[in-house]
C-alpha cells in the first residue's frame, strides 16, 4: 500500500514538473515573441520613414501610418498562414 501511495506522490510530483516546464515554455516563447516583434516594429518603420514617406508631400503622417500598418498587417497574415500549413502537415504526419 506504501509503495502505490509512493508512485502515486511521484507520478503527480511529476506531472506537476511537466507543466510548470511547459508553462515556463510557454512563457518563454511568448516574452521572445514579443521582443522579436518589436524589433520588426522598429525596422518596419524606419524603412517606411526612410524610403516611403520620402515620397510623400509633407504633413502626410496619416498615409504613412497607414502603409505602415498595411505592411504590419501582411507580414502577420503571412507569418500565420505558414505556420497553420506547418502545423497541419505535422498534423496529418503524426496520424
Excluded at 509512493?6 to 506531472?15: M, N, S
Excluded at 515556463?24 to 521572445?32: D, P, W, Y
Amino acid at each position: 500500500m506504501t509503495k502505490n501511495i509512493t508512485a502515486e506522490k511521484k507520478e503527480k510530483e511529476k506531472r506537476l514538473h511537466i507543466e510548470v516546464v511547459r508553462q515556463m515554455l510557454t512563457l518563454a516563447t511568448s516574452g521572445f515573441g514579443l521582443v522579436a516583434a518589436l524589433a520588426w516594429n522598429s525596422l518596419i518603420q524606419d524603412i517606411v520613414n526612410t524610403y516611403i514617406k520620402t515620397y510623400l508631400p509633407q504633413g502626410s503622417g496619416i498615409i504613412s501610418l497607414l502603409i505602415y500598418a498595411l505592411i504590419v498587417t501582411l507580414i502577420a497574415v503571412i507569418v500565420t498562414l505558414q505556420l497553420s500549413k506547418m502545423l497541419k502537415k505535422l498534423e496529418e504526419e503524426e496520424k
